[in-house]
């Protein structure tokens, strides 16, 4: 009731913010919608399936170049031409990666998909003329659902049109990743993260089904990333490094994995955690430290856990 | 009309050979039990007989079909199901989750991504069905790992039933379970399996009290290798099979 509560008043908010005349904290959001989107796919992987992958930042940075190559060098300015295209670029991508990498599980798994996120990192890096090597790939301003908004100012474009854009794409990804894990497919993926022997055993594909989830996270996070780059107006080959694969996992853990709306909650509060400690000391990256530890110890279940305690903590 | 044959099989681990030439046939509406010693081979025969190892050489068929390095899920999809000898749960799904993923599998159903499984009333029925059969339709909202041990090892024979299997092959149906409560789970499980059409039953047993009270066959393994193969009455009149495999005359 109380979480209900919360979500009510944190979706009335998130709805009114635009007009409350703070355009720093609504802008400040734009990349937690993008964040959160990946997550639902990470979560997907992780908190469903229980792959945790230590590369989904490779798919944040497919969404970000794909968006980067449409806009820029290809003409392509509709964001939802954007958003289909980085979906589809992460099915391609995803597809035969993730055949080698569900081959394994646990630290395996996870090393795997690390390994592939440094080969797209290197990719992004060092073929300069195809991807602006350090320099990354200029997104130029979408136009939104056919309307190009060009009498808008950069801020006035970030904290009007596009912030309901990419909230209601977060509104739909979550809406339809909700009805993913409560499906028939949910179920199955919930019983391969249980015990894989078993479900084999009771006749679920396990590495198919564990295949296609690594592919919808993919996709997930190639649309959170498409969405991610256009704040900035640049993708650049640190979207693919480790440690955003690492801030990734963090926002996980931080909003609590065995709750649906724990990586939309640690995507948000990462954000606006990280602005205000790096406007606080340049040791931020110490202090994250000690907050993951913290939480992993003290907190297993994420802040999620602390909202809604009701549930059985994880296994 | 055989179900599970299989013929002249061989596995090595390495250089140990853990079966030997071994050859079974189970045909429809029999209740097989497979004895023997520590080490004999018993699970490891039922591993191979459901795909969990396939055989180092010699040929296993199902209702007809060579299933020689089959995948468990083909041969669940088949009709073949299996419990372990190790209480085998998913610990953090629920008991009518865990009966789900079973019904699902068997319906075809398990791959839909959109569907929403709350509102599936054949699925809700089928879980029902094998609860109540087992004992725990009072407990469909409890998670696995919270469940009595009884009750787990229970919901993991439940759970291959779910799939209404042609053939079931349970490694120890009885282990974990106090002596008292023995007769009283078998009863449960072979009256399930008559309610669900259930047409063979293949159990590896250490009970030999449940061994005799049950099987219409009992296929003896000693080293890897078939001792015997007969009713339980000649078994029983067998000294030195007796002598070999349950280490006292009977």
Redesign the interface.
Known sequence: MIVRALGLAACAALLLLPLAGLPYTTTLLLPAFGYAIALLGLNLLFGTTGLLSFGHALFVALGGYTAAVLTSRLGVRSLEIVLLAAAATAVVVAGPVGLVCVRYVKIYFGMLTLAFGMLFYSFLYKFYALTGGDEGMRVLRPVLLGRPLEHLDTVAFLTGPFYYYALAVLTLAALVMRRLVASPLGLSLRSIRENAAKAESLGVSVRRYRLAAFVVAAVFGAVGGALLVVPTGLADPLLAYWTHSGNLVFMLLLGGFDHFFGPVLGAVVFILLQDQVMSLTSYWRFLFGAILAVVVIFFPRGLMGLLDPRRAPAP | MTLLEAADVRKFYGDTCALDGVSLRVDAGEFVSIIGPNGAGKTTLVNVL?G?APPSSGRVSFKGVDVVGA???RL??LGM??S?QLV??????SVA??L???A???LG??????????R?AE?RAAVEEVAVLFGLADKLGR?A?TLPQGDKKLLDVA??F??HPDVILMDEPTSGVSTADKTAVMETLVQAARRMGIRAIVQVEHDMDIVFGYSDRIVALHQGRVLADATPDAIRADADVVATVVGRPR
């Open positions: 459901t969990l995948t468990p899920v669940a999809r199901a299996r372990f085998t749960i998913f610990p953090g799904l989750d865990t789900a993923v079973a699902l599998s068997r159903r398990s791959a839909r991504p959109f569907t929403a499984l709350a599936d699925v998670l790992r759970s291959a779910a799939l």
